[in-house]
């Protein structure tokens, strides 16, 4: 099993330009989410689909959209990169039909806006 | 929402002592306390987590108290090793689909 896996690992954007990361989870988990991740600024929400067809803003939801295109793979775009949005994106998953199961996290994509 | 305040930011120990990092959290209905740890450039893992029904839990060098009443929940590393060095979150859920996550410590042990 790969768990999540993140695409790309890294890119380098202009300020304007559109771009769309990947993530993709082969544990059959219902529930994707995407963070960013800031220096000293923990892990922030951006989006998170609960189930297949159903995504909810978390608390950093401005300049993003997300897809849940199957239960499979949930994917992150940006409309127009701005260099506030240079930071680490993790994609996680988790199975919450378990209880009190964790998220497991991808490797993360690091994205920089010049 | 939920609030998540972890102290402190930085934690530097000599090796073989005990560390210990602290979060308190805002909403009484959270439930559930995982703690994730992150070397550099690596994903967050799960090491231990918690659930409010239970007072502390734990896990060979590793211990999570949970203080329900105060809204505080702790980390507590024994015998600290050169690999325990990383960036550790804390985080709390009510039984929900979402995660908050404190700001996180980053603890370096001195060999």
């Known amino acids: 099993n790969a768990g999540v896996t993140q695409t790309p690992k890294f890119q380098v954007l202009k300020t304007g330009q559109s771009m769309t990361l990947q993530c993709a989870q082969d544990?059959?988990?219902?529930?994707m989410y995407w963070y960013r991740q800031d220096p000293g600024m923990g892990l922030r929400l951006i989006y998170y689909?609960?189930?297949?067809?159903?995504?909810d803003k978390g608390e950093v939801p401005n300049g993003y959209n997300v897809s849940r295109l199957n239960k499979r793979e949930f994917s992150l775009r940006l409309e127009s990169a701005a260099p506030s949005q240079t930071s680490v994106y993790f994609c996680?998953?988790?199975?919450?039909?378990?209880?009190?199961?964790?998220?497991?996290f991808g490797d993360g994509t690091r994205l920089s806006i010049l | 929402g939920e609030n998540v305040e972890q102290h402190p930011s930085t934690l530097s120990v000599q090796e073989g002592d005990s560390a210990v990092i602290k979060c308190t959290y805002s909403?009484?209905?959270?439930?559930?306390f995982p703690w994730y740890k992150q070397e550099l450039g690596k994903r967050p893992q799960l090491i231990i987590d918690?659930?409010?029904?239970?007072g502390e839990k734990k896990d060979q060098r590793i211990a999570v108290t949970l203080n329900k009443t105060a809204k505080h929940f702790s980390l507590h590393i024994t015998e600290t090793q050169p690999e325990d060095s990383a960036v550790y979150f804390c985080?709390?859920?009510?039984?929900?689909?979402?995660?908050?996550f404190g700001a996180g410590t980053t603890v370096t042990v001195r060999a």
């Open positions: 544990m059959n988990h219902n529930s």
């Open positions: 996680a998953s988790r199975d919450p039909g378990q209880g009190f199961e964790p998220q497991h």
């Open positions: 689909s609960a189930s297949e067809g159903t995504t």
């Open positions: 909403d009484s209905a959270s439930n559930y």
């Open positions: 985080a709390a859920s009510k039984n929900d689909y979402k995660l908050s």
């Open positions: 918690i659930r409010s029904n239970v």
